[in-house]
């Protein structure tokens, strides 16, 4: 099983990081994909990546850190490193935009998308009350393959993400009680465009609400999707790990070889 958006960098993770691994490991999660949110964790994301056969990275800039210095040349630049497979997590917030306004999150998206249209890496989108908005760039930047990470909106909005071609990735929220409507998106996604992601150190499973999440728990999150779903949690992990290197190509072509091996 892969975790397709960890922040390992982060400081809840990095420092006990082996210890984290080897209890993901133990549980069958064996990849990772180590996800940046400002221009302090990339450098950190790309070291861990370079150190882990089992661990890739994306780079860029999430919404709420769009005022903060950033190098978009760099970041063009450190997409050919063979270890980053996305520019992510990028995006629009805008339950926060008192944090954060909208002119500056949209000026750091279309810098972000123009990263990804020079690099032709996927991208991994943090997208919050602005469906509208972002499907609208991604169109004009001709953005081709993109996930919506942590996905809370609609089932309307989902199918429209799925029209325009995108996966949509699930957390642990969808464990979550008041996550009803939730779950009618995750049975409704189809096999091809669905991923699993713990999105940690944040946004634990039940029933690990409120602790600090980690790369091991994205197994809970695939029994749930199993349950709703009404499949074997083999198939679940099957079909994620497929979908998981159809849009990450850099990342099939690193890891494949290493699962085929396990
Ligand atoms: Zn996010
Ligand atoms: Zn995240």
Same mark, same amino acid.
């Given at each position: 099983m892969i975790d397709s958006h960890a922040? =390992? *960098?982060?400081?809840?993770?990095?420092? +006990? =990081?082996?210890?984290?691994?080897?209890?993901a490991? =133990?549980v069958g999660v064996?990849?990772f994909?180590? +996800?940046?949110?400002?221009?302090?964790?990339?450098?950190?994301? +790309?070291?861990?990546?370079?150190?882990?056969? &089992?661990?890739? #990275?994306?780079?860029? +800039?999430?919404?709420?850190?769009?005022?903060?210095?950033?190098?978009?040349? /760099?970041?063009?630049?450190? #997409?050919? &490193?063979?270890?980053?497979?996305? %520019?992510?997590?990028?995006?629009?917030?805008?339950?926060? %935009?008192?944090?954060?306004?909208?002119?500056?999150?949209?000026? *750091?998206?279309?810098?972000?998308?123009? %990263?990804?249209?020079?690099?032709?890496?996927? #991208?991994?989108?943090?997208?919050?009350? *602005? #469906?509208?908005?972002?499907?609208?760039?991604?169109?004009?930047?001709?953005?081709?393959?993109?996930?919506?990470h942590c996905y809370t909106?609609?089932? /309307?909005?989902? $199918?429209?993400?799925?029209?325009?071609?995108?996966?949509i990735s699930f957390s642990g929220i969808i464990t979550f009680?008041?996550a009803?409507?939730l779950s /009618?998106v995750v $049975?409704?996604v189809?096999?091809?465009?669905f991923l699993v992601e713990t999105d940690c150190?944040d946004l634990a499973p039940v029933p690990y609400r409120?602790?600090?999440n980690e790369p091991a728990y994205v197994s809970v999150v695939a029994e749930h999707v199993a349950a709703l779903r009404?499949?074997?949690l083999?198939?679940v992990d099957?079909m994620t790990t497929?979908n998981f290197?159809?849009?990450?190509?850099?990342?099939?072509?690193?890891?494949?070889?290493?699962?085929?091996?396990?």
């Amino acid at each position: 099983m892969i975790d397709s958006h960890a922040h =390992l *960098c982060s400081d809840e993770l990095f420092p +006990v =990081l082996d210890e984290k691994l080897e209890a993901a490991r =133990l549980v069958g999660v064996r990849n990772f994909l180590t +996800v940046s949110s400002n221009w302090d964790s990339v450098s950190k994301n +790309v070291a861990i990546a370079e150190k882990y056969d &089992n661990i890739v #990275c994306s780079v860029g +800039v999430h919404p709420l850190h769009a005022m903060e210095p950033y190098d978009v040349d /760099e970041l063009i630049s450190l #997409c050919t &490193n063979e270890k980053v497979v996305a %520019v992510g997590e990028v995006g629009l917030e805008y339950h926060y %935009v008192d944090l954060m306004p909208k002119t500056e999150q949209l000026r *750091c998206l279309q810098d972000m998308l123009s %990263v990804a249209q020079k690099s032709g890496l996927p #991208c991994i989108l943090h997208a919050r009350e *602005c #469906c509208d908005d972002i499907l609208g760039l991604l169109r004009e930047y001709a953005i081709k393959h993109a996930v919506f990470h942590c996905y809370t909106d609609t089932l /309307e909005n989902a $199918k429209r993400i799925l029209d325009a071609g995108f996966f949509i990735s699930f957390s642990g929220i969808i464990t979550f009680k008041n996550a009803g409507a939730l779950s /009618e998106v995750v $049975k409704y996604v189809p096999d091809d465009r669905f991923l699993v992601e713990t999105d940690c150190p944040d946004l634990a499973p039940v029933p690990y609400r409120g602790k600090v999440n980690e790369p091991a728990y994205v197994s809970v999150v695939a029994e749930h999707v199993a349950a709703l779903r009404n499949v074997s949690l083999k198939a679940v992990d099957e079909m994620t790990t497929r979908n998981f290197f159809s849009l990450f190509p850099k990342a099939a072509i690193l890891m494949k070889k290493e699962i085929s091996n396990a």
